[in-house]
């Protein structure tokens, strides 16, 4: 019977060429051996480890040793983070261990005791020399996987299959990302078929994964997934109990072969036929709030069948997919919720006859799509448009409340008292550190109206904020550098000064937060400079497009600030 490794490409293999006095030496062994290079790949072979491990020295020679023989206690492929002979061969130390698995040339499963020690006899270098010892007799203890009793994985696979599933599984705050984890973690290594039913924020079941091993890779099959009819209150049937958070059980194809008491046991017979799956473990997935949905683990080509012994496994497997997906569950609603709050925060942009203005604004990507960054367009009670872009430090829902108060005091301020700038923001200063919750604050508070001469003015102050930029029509760019003071919320009183400009017609006005000139290893001088190059680029281009693209060109993709634009186009001269 022909082994796995007989049918790898001979391309994969690399050649190996022992010393000539190599196969003697392990020949007066007395014990099946081997000698691998500093590679791992097998230099020679004796007599007594080809027939012990069922292949002729052809079989061994150059290939990797570990690939070649070693295996979990299931049989499937060893990782080789989890081999011990691996981690001492790399050492170059002398080590041996009770109980190992290594797969014969006939398919079959042996268990193995081993040492293995440094060589430089036989005319090598670097090498390693193995010795193998079989726990049982060929005659009695060599069992096809098909007969191979089922054994618990050893303790220390355990532990690290545990610590990995930990690891990976609370690094992600995406449902979709955690549920391709845990596939990934547990197939093939625990099964070659996994099933996830997962319980909507509706009470209903939705069959979200169902995903085969296939060779190298994984192969999602949608046609099974979907919509499941509802869980039964009182049936016996280890999904539904699963689904109900009752318990954990063993499945096979007979389980729901009886006359089905439910939908969900119709389903179930489904799943079972489709799959060709022959042994199963159904688990809970819990939160610590809540019953989330149920993990299926099946095997069809694996010929061990689940027992009772790996239902502690599995249900810890199940546990920490529990708290992961509750994990990614909540902020995902939380983020909803700040979306929605934000959308209504950012107000919408006044008609002003002559002038055009839009905004854009782009959350923090690893924040829950809510910030401290904002912008503000609105009318003056003498006419005027009042124009402001800020930003409170923070990046969540306490820093976009903050944003709101500010932003709401700013306009009953510049509404209720025909001031010029500074002297609203010298208000609102005042009353910041007393009637809100802000520590700190940055802003620009500009009033743009029409002369006379049918030109338009702009007088702004600045308050701690990167400086307004003007371009004009010929793709000329300066920064606005005047009416310069103090950040908001410091507590210290200086004057703040105003500063005025005239809009050439055509020109375009970008009032933008920080979070647009930011960058990893870039001074805020280098980003402003980058942003003035690229605005004066696209000066010819209309005003949503002018503001995209300076979003799109600008802001460095690994910037984990937020983003608030408001841009100003003076109309065109007659």
């Known amino acids: 019977m022909a082994g796995p490794e007989d049918t790898e490409p001979l391309g994969k293999r690399s050649p190996a060429v022992p010393a000539a006095g190599l196969p003697r030496v392990l020949e007066a062994i ?13 230099l020679a072979v004796n007599a007594h480890a080809e027939q012990l491990l069922v ?21 499937h492929p060893l990782p080789r983070s989890q081999c011990r002979m691996r ?78 599933t930990t690891t990976r599984l609370t690094s992600t705050l995406d449902v979709e990302e955690a549920l391709r984890r845990l596939t990934e973690l547990v197939v093939p290594r625990l099964a070659d078929w996994v099933v996830v ?25 949608e046609d099974l997934q979907g919509p499941m009819p509802p869980v039964p209150e009182d049936s016996p049937m280890p999904l539904s109990r699963a689904l109900r958070g009752v318990a954990s059980a063993l499945a096979g194809p007979r389980t729901y072969q009886r006359e089905p008491d439910s939908g969900i046991a119709v389903e179930q017979r489904r799943l079972f036929k489709a799959t060709g799956i022959r042994s199963a473990v159904i688990a809970p997935i819990r ?31 199940a546990r920490r997919a529990g708290l992961a997906l509750d994990n990614a569950r909540l902020y995902q609603r ?54 402001a872009v800020g930003d409170v430090v923070g990046h969540d829902l306490e820093a976009a409340a903050g944003m709101a108060q500010l932003r709401n005091m700013l306009r009953a301020y510049a509404w209720a008292h025909k001031e010029p700038p500074s002297a609203i923001v010298a208000r609102l200063d005042e009353a910041v550190m007393h009637i809100t919750d802000v520590s700190m604050a940055t802003m620009i508070f500009a009033r743009v109206e029409e002369r006379d001469d049918c030109h338009w003015e702009l007088t702004w102050t600045n308050a701690g904020h990167p400086p307004p930029l003007l371009i004009s029509h010929d793709g000329l760019a300066h920064f606005l550098t005047d009416g310069h003071g103090i950040l908001l919320g410091t507590g210290v009183r200086t004057p703040r000064t105003d500063a005025s400009a005239v809009l050439p017609p055509g020109s375009t006005l970008l009032l933008y937060t920080d979070g647009l000139i930011e960058a990893p290893g870039q001074t805020l001088d280098e980003g402003m400079q980058h942003l003035r190059r690229h605005a004066a680029s696209l000066a010819h281009r209309p005003l949503t497009s002018f503001t995209d ?26």
């Open 30 to 42: 007395g014990t099946a051996a081997y000698v691998v290079d500093a590679e791992g790949r097998v």
């Open 55 to 75: 292949r002729p020295a052809e079989r061994f020679l150059g290939r990797d040793a570990h690939d070649l023989l070693h295996r979990d206690a299931h049989g």
């Open 87 to 164: 981690q001492a061969f790399h050492a170059r130390l002398t080590a041996q261990a009770e109980e190992d698995y290594f797969e014969c040339g006939d398919g079959t499963l042996l268990p193995v005791s081993w040492m293995i020690t440094p060589y430089e006899g036989g005319g090598v270098e670097d090498a390693t020399l193995v010795l193998l010892h079989a726990l049982r007799t060929p005659e009695s203890g060599r069992r096809p996987h098909a007969d191979a009793a089922p054994e618990p994985m050893p303790e220390l696979q355990r532990l690290a299959l545990l610590a990995e």
């Open 197 to 221: 039913d997962l319980i909507t924020e509706r009470d209903e079941v939705w069959r979200t994964a169902v995903v085969h091993a296939e060779g190298d890779g994984l192969v999602s099959h």
């Open 287 to 317: 939160s610590t709030r809540a019953v989330l949905g149920a993990l299926t683990l099946g095997r069809a080509q694996d010929q061990v069948d689940f027992t009772t012994a790996d239902l502690p496994l599995i249900e810890d497997i």
């Open 334 to 387: 939380q983020r909803k919720v700040a979306e929605t709050m934000q959308n209504h925060l950012l107000p919408q942009m006044p008609r002003v006859p002559g002038l055009e203005m839009t905004a854009r604004y782009l959350p923090a990507p690893d924040a829950s799509q809510v910030g401290g960054d904002w912008y503000d367009a609105f009318s003056l009670s003498d006419g005027a448009t009042a124009l």
């Open 549 to 574: 693209q300076v979003l799109r060109r600008v802001r460095h993709v690994r910037n984990d600030d937020d983003v608030a634009l408001l841009a100003v186009r003076a109309p065109a001269g007659a």
